[in-house]
């Protein structure tokens, strides 16, 4: 069953993980209402048993990135094949969603922004430093009328 992800951040209600187009590329964010959370099927990831690749069920071979340069969550397509790709995979850790590479947790996982304290653009920071962790609930995505 396809997913969708429920954010909070300090303890407060911060939406559900959305999807938007920022420039050339699609970006994620926290604050959408469940009628525009963005759908997520988990594709195993064969290097570590609880962690997935998260593909964009309405952009197919897209999945939940992090943007090299700025750490921004975003949509990415493998030029060759996903196990070929830096495509990072995600594990849930302690009701935190961490970035996996090379089947090692990064210690990144899903933040929001440490610089603009309004802005809903999810980045994926390190969670000693950069800080600013949500918390998770990953959850059945369900027809919405």
């Not at 830096?86 to 090379?102: F, P, Q, R």
Request: a neutral charge; aromatic letters at 10%; charged letters at 25%.
């Amino acid at each position: 069953m396809n997913k969708i992800i429920k954010l909070s951040y300090e303890g407060k209600d911060f939406g559900y993980m959305g999807m938007k187009k920022n420039g050339n590329m699609h970006v994620f964010y926290g604050g959408a209402d469940k009628s525009d959370a963005v759908e997520f099927k988990q594709v195993e990831y064969p290097k570590r048993s609880n962690a997935y690749y998260y593909e964009v069920v309405k952009q197919s071979k897209h999945y939940l990135d992090i943007k090299a340069t700025n750490s921004v969550l975003f949509a990415d397509k493998p030029n060759i094949s996903l196990a070929m790709s830096s495509i990072v995979a995600w594990e849930e850790v302690d009701g935190e969603l961490h970035a996996i590479i090379s089947g090692k947790d990064t210690t990144k996982s899903v933040s929001r922004s440490a610089a603009d304290p309004d802005s809903t653009t999810l980045y994926g920071n390190l969670t000693f430093g950069d800080g600013n962790t949500c918390k998770v609930k990953i959850l059945d995505a369900e027809k919405v009328s």
